[in-house]
């Protein structure tokens, strides 16, 4: 799901909303209810083989196999 993660210009609130193709420009803080928002770009993560990687290329830096807790 296109799920995004944006930052309110006025209260500085950070959120998550899932947006559709067609609601692009209509996302408006939770908080305050500006619409003087900025996409934050987010860190995606997947598994390759027993490891998790991230969207930069890093592996799980908590653990050496990649399945504890917090891989997750």
Excluded at 2 to 14: L, S, Y
Excluded at 41 to 50: D, E, L, Y
């Amino acid at each position: 799901m296109p799920i995004f993660e944006f930052q309110c210009e006025e209260c500085g609130e950070i959120f998550e909303e899932l947006i559709l193709g067609s609601q692009s420009g209509k996302v408006s803080c939770k908080k305050c209810k500006s619409t003087k928002v900025k996409k934050l770009i987010s860190q995606v993560a997947f598994k390759s083989g027993n490891k998790f990687v991230s969207s930069l290329g890093a592996s799980c830096s908590t653990c050496k196999t990649g399945t504890c807790s917090s891989c997750h």
